[in-house]
């Protein structure tokens, strides 16, 4: 006879397989990340060498060479990026967190939030009719350009959520003794919340980093060292997929070793900011 | 101030007072100076998205003009001979991008259940992060991983023993090439897992354990306590996670172009190669020669962007309802993302 408590098997089962899937889905998902990683990391260290981090392309045929121009190029990209796209969207943050209850506020959030969304390709197009089309000329300033609208919405939303956790005890008290608004701001609010906006900006410039599709008609690329921003300029992405499209093997190498350093540069950030942002949580 | 209150013995005269509250600053100059500034980057924010709308159509009013509706439902895209029809663009994106969905999405919704019902507390913040990083991961090097891994296990081994099983099916006829829509498919999936994994993680999260403690007072299991009672209440955030990884699916440009072949033809088999939307533009774009056709190219930027603007804002308004109902619960380190 069965008792009243007991469960029918066939949900004993579904109950099993169906979590059974869920962690399995987790599994894998987990296993797809390390499958990458690992696949680069393997492939990326055999053309990995001081060779490939001090020179430039070499051409077709000619062994050795490496990307030294790219990684520095994409160093000034996203040090162009930051000064576009980093103070704007550090003041367009304050003033949701600060300011924001209107409406205004309401449409600004909700636009930001969609530009984050908008394909980087199409940002791409922008600056390449807004910059490259009236200078003329492919550019390292159109392409940070590019990089820098990329960023505007992350670093907005994500100073608009630092400098909201603020608590309003600290604001208050020094309004109450008769301190300006925007003082307040600037000298309590801000500081305070600077660890929170410094670690939405290292975020942006990582997701910002690895971009390639705003970088195509914009920056374009370059085989050679450039230190002007109105000239094409190099960048590690760029390399990589002119590499990994190309025919040969000996690029090929050289796109997996591009890609180790990409991939352990934008990961240095994401995972460094990760535990910064930890120890404040939970250190107090 | 202080020096005329504090820094003398004795009483300051009224007439000193009144002379040290006039130089004093009320802030109200220095307030409305920075009101005007953080404004100003907040309305920017606004015309920054206008200037990309308006540019953008006018790059493309050529197009637009000599092509009008026809561009979206023309089939022939020929650059020399001037025809321009942005139909198998459209039908590879949309293709490619449902194909992910229906792949990663089940996988995501699985991990994100996984991470918020299943796994230990402590262990929950690290697998979160660990499946946040395939969000890091730069889409070349999802394009190369694509290229010279997923393509060639597809065309040796998961292709041809698809069209065994089910080859009666024409999604799964015709020859096995490894790179096309099922490869593109399969690569956005991959991509899109971490948004909607995460959304969903968030929104499951947010739900009270009432809802849980209930199931499992009427004698649920532990599945049908999750499936009955706390995906349901996370429904809205869970679509807005799923039309988000579909945003980011749509515009996703380096990967997809790197292994879905690009050949602007529409096939109905999954193993033959399409092209993209996003595609197009950055294969074409720097060898476009003729006005038209780099308005044509423009105009294919247009059309992914207002596809984009309406999936996302869908997502969004989502999302946003969630987050107003689940309040401080659905805080979490994926919430920016």
Known sequence: ?284 | MTETTVGRPGRPSPREIRAALGRASTGRRGDAVWAILVGGCAVGILLLVLAITTLMVVESWPAVQRFGFGFIVGQRWDPVGGHFGALPFLYGTVVSSVLALLIGGPVALGSAIALSELVPRQLRGLLSALVELLAAIPSVVYGLWGIFVLAPLLRSAVEPALRTALGFLPLFSGPAYGVGTLAGGLILAIMILPTIAAVSRDALLAVPNDQREAMLALGATHWEMVWGAVVPYARTGILGGFILGLGRALGETMAVTMVIGNRPAISASLFAPSYTLASVIANEFTEATSDLHLAALVEIGLVLLGVAVVVNALARLLIWQIERAGGSAAAGPGRGR
Request: proline share 5%.
């Open chain 1, 1 to 284: 006879m069965r008792t009243p408590l007991s469960i029918a098997w066939h949900r004993k089962v579904a109950n099993w397989l169906l979590l059974g899937l869920c962690l399995a889905a987790l599994g894998a998902a987990v296993a797809v990340l390390l499958a990458v990683l690992g696949y680069v990391t393997v492939q990326g260290a055999g053309g990995l060498n001081l060779d490939f981090l001090t020179n430039t392309p070499r051409p077709v045929g000619d062994s050795g060479g490496g990307m030294a121009n790219a990684i520095v190029g994409t160093l000034i990209l996203v040090g162009i990026a930051v000064v576009v796209g980093l103070p704007v969207g550090i003041g367009a943050g304050i003033y949701l967190a600060e300011y924001g209850r209107g409406r205004l506020a309401t449409v600004v959030r909700f636009v930001a939030d969609v530009l984050t969304g908008v394909p980087s390709i199409t940002i791409g197009l922008f600056a390449y009719a807004l910059l490259v089309v009236p200078l003329k000329s492919f550019s390292a300033f159109a392409g940070g350009f590019a990089l820098g609208v990329i960023m505007l919405p992350v670093v907005t939303r994500t100073t608009e959520e630092s400098v909201r956790l603020v608590p309003a005890s600290l604001r208050e008290a020094a309004l109450a003794l008769g301190v300006p608004r925007w003082k307040v701001i600037a000298r309590i609010a801000l500081p305070t919340a600077l660890s929170g906006i410094v670690t939405g900006a290292l975020l942006a410039v990582a997701r910002v980093a690895g971009e390639t599709a705003p970088l195509l008609f914009t920056a374009f690329g370059n085989q050679f060292w450039s230190w002007s921003l109105r000239q094409p300029i190099a960048a590690l992405p760029l390399q990589i997929f002119v590499y990994a499209i190309s025919p040969y093997d000996d690029w090929h190498r050289q796109a997996w070793a591009g890609s180790l350093v990409l991939v352990g540069l934008v990961l240095l950030l994401s995972i460094g900011m990760r535990l910064v942002v930890r120890r404040q949580r939970y250190g107090g």
